[in-house]
């Protein structure tokens, strides 16, 4: 099992920046890939960004240029940095591992950009 902790998010105003770091925890070597998924009121959960265990990087197009996920050496924390933010990123952000027992998710983070 792997457990996740987000952290960071809140309100900022369009054109800001926020970051979102995600600690994982348990059985972390069995993780493949970590990543931020959002939720806004009324729509499906969707990918933002995720990162593999050998490095590569994938963004939503929506995002692309905007924001940028990372990961520490230990690769056990992975961070989204958020820049450029409009208020259609507006969303509860979750963090995501896959692993060997399938997927993992945090509690989720609320982010609001007002306009």
């Known amino acids: 099992q792997v457990q996740l902790v987000e952290s960071g998010g809140g309100l900022v105003q369009a054109g800001g920046s926020l970051s979102l770091s995600c600690a994982a925890s348990?059985?972390?070597?069995?993780?493949?890939?970590m990543g931020w998924y959002r939720q806004a009121p009324g729509k499906q959960r969707e990918l933002v960004a995720t990162?593999?265990?050998?490095?590569?990087?994938n963004y939503a197009d929506s995002v692309k240029g905007r924001f940028t996920i990372s990961r520490d050496n230990t690769k056990t924390t992975v961070y989204l940095q958020m820049n450029s933010l409009k208020p259609e990123d507006t969303a509860v952000y979750y963090c995501n591992a896959k692993s060997w027992s399938g997927d993992s998710w945090g509690q989720g983070t609320q982010v609001t950009v007002s306009s």
């Open positions: 348990g059985i972390i070597f069995s993780i493949n890939a």
């Open positions: 990162i593999t265990r050998g490095g590569s990087t």
